[in-house]
């Protein structure tokens, strides 16, 4: 979850970022903040607060945030931590001068590291993990801003992207899974962009230059010429998100060299692959489920129909903090076409299936608008562990396939039949060049 941008170079830093954020909203849209500076300023300017990118930031905004260096960041935030507290970045004036910073991930040793800081004197603000390295950076005793980061990053475990500003540099760094994506590219008006997803590079025409390597620590300074690049950890065990490619990025994102859309569409197909169903029409669940339905019509020959519309003034969900407003949610945001599915046999393709709430509320509304049958497909595994790598997934309790077999989540959510992709499918349509984090479906937990 999150998204977190930074620019290096431009006289319209916060401008730019604004629109990379923009681009990026569905990663977050609980809170969004900027803050800029740079060789010239000899301060750092920060504005955030709760709401959508468009709410946070006008014409004035940028009046304030000026100078050529800047980092930003959209929230989504598990329920209940909404305060405008717990907003990014992270701004505070420490030993050498003024930092602020964005993350974005998980990291799993936070209440170890938290405990002991506030043992030795800290005083925290926020609820957010990020925090941390705000005080492990200012507790340090080395003298340059770039050896603090470094020692910094070593006391901390889990799945991280932090970009951090001082007055005069950039300072970006992945852990060393890369599990959440992170990429660089090279603005067209001058400077460098480095953000969460490539979607958001056109927007401020720029050209995608490279992902950052898992482990790696970039410097941007008008001291070097060149980007400065340190590789922080020998012991690199590059594991990319895989529900980054099923949902929570977007389709024209390139992630670790490969298109989101492609991959979708490639579930899609070997979800088809393996169902001999005749059925009417293939229909998307919007908008994430998209690419896949279109693979799976395109492999199993029935037409894809556009059978459920979606509301676009609606955010996401998942993000409602009980059941019944997330009932109503869905409801809100999805409608069926009554006109095409009455009397009609149905292939419906989600790409997840999570507490079961999206797929239970749509089955029943299709089936009021007359479908004779509903099949529904989801385009990943069966979630039965919850990620602590910054994906939101519910405590184990909540997930549907956690306590219910195949058959039982079946007759819940009201369908037909109910499919979906092996591991080893989605293995196959992610592409099998390296491993991936699979810890909502396996279990496997390679961050202690
Ligand atoms: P559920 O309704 O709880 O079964 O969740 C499944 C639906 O939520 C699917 O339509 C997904 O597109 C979406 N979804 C899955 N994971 C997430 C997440 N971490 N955050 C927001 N939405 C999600």
Redesign the pocket.
């Known amino acids: ?1 999150c998204a977190i941008v930074g620019i290096y170079g431009n006289s319209d830093a916060a401008k730019l970022t604004s629109m990379a954020l923009f681009a990026m909203q569905h990663r977050g849209h609980e809170a969004s903040g900027i803050s800029s500076g740079g060789d010239d300023c000899k301060k750092i300017w920060t504005i955030k607060n709760r709401g959508f990118v468009r709410d946070v930031f006008n014409e004035k905004s940028f009046e304030t945030l000026k100078g050529n260096i800047a980092i930003g960041h959209n929230r989504y935030s598990t329920a209940g931590k909404d305060s405008v507290a717990d907003t990014q970045p992270i701004h505070a004036k420490y030993k050498l001068g003024e930092i602020s910073i964005v993350h974005n991930g998980n990291l799993t040793n936070k209440d170890y590291v938290r405990n002991r800081l506030i043992e030795e004197g800290s005083i925290f603000q926020t609820s957010m993990d990020t925090e941390n390295m705000i005080h492990l950076i200012a507790k340090s005793s080395e003298n340059k801003l770039k050896d603090r980061i470094i020692k910094s990053t070593k006391k901390l475990k889990g799945a991280y992207n932090f970009i951090i500003q001082s007055r005069s540099k950039l300072f970006v760094v992945r852990d060393k899974y890369g599990v959440r994506p992170l990429s660089l590219g090279q603005l067209k008006t001058g400077g460098y962009i480095v953000a969460s997803e490539t979607c958001c590079f056109d927007i401020v025409d720029a050209t995608f230059v490279r992902d950052i390597n898992p482990g790696e620590m970039l410097i941007f300074s008008s001291k070097n010429n060149d980007i400065e690049t340190i590789q922080l950890f020998e012991d690199i065990d590059y594991r990319p998100c895989a529900f980054e490619y099923i ?2 990025a977007r389709p024209d994102s390139m992630i670790d060299g490969k298109s989101v859309y492609n991959t979708r569409k490639a579930m899609g197909r070997l979800l088809a692959k393996k169902d001999d169903i005749k059925a009417d029409m293939v229909i998307p ?1 919007p908008d ?2 998209v690419p896949a339905a279109l693979g799976y019509a395109i492999q199993s020959g029935i037409p894809f129909e556009l059978g459920i519309i979606r509301n676009h003034y609606i955010g ?4 409602e903090p009980t059941q019944n407003m ?1 009932n109503i949610k ?1 409801k809100m945001k999805l409608s069926p076409m009554k006109s095409l599915i009455q009397g009609k046999s149905i292939i419906v393709v ?10 239970k509320t749509i089955i029943k509304m299709l089936r009021n608008a007359g479908a004779s049958q509903i099949h529904f497909r989801v385009a990943s595994p069966m979630i039965k562990y919850p990620c602590f790598y910054g ?3 519910p405590t184990k309790e909540e997930l ?1 396939h956690a306590t219910k077999t195949p058959e039982e989540v079946c007759s819940y959510i009201g369908a037909d039949s109910l499919s979906y992709l092996s591991i080893d499918e989605l293995k196959d349509a992610i592409g099998r060049d390296r491993n991936y984090s699979l810890v909502s479906f396996d279990g496997d937990y390679f961050i202690d």
């Not at 996401?316 to 993000?319: V, Y």
């Not at 989600?350 to 797929?359: H, K």
């Open positions: 979850m949902y929570f669940v994430s489920g996401r969900t998942f993000i997330r869905v989600d790409d997840s299936l999570v507490r079961g709430t999206t797929s994906i939101d997934t549907i």
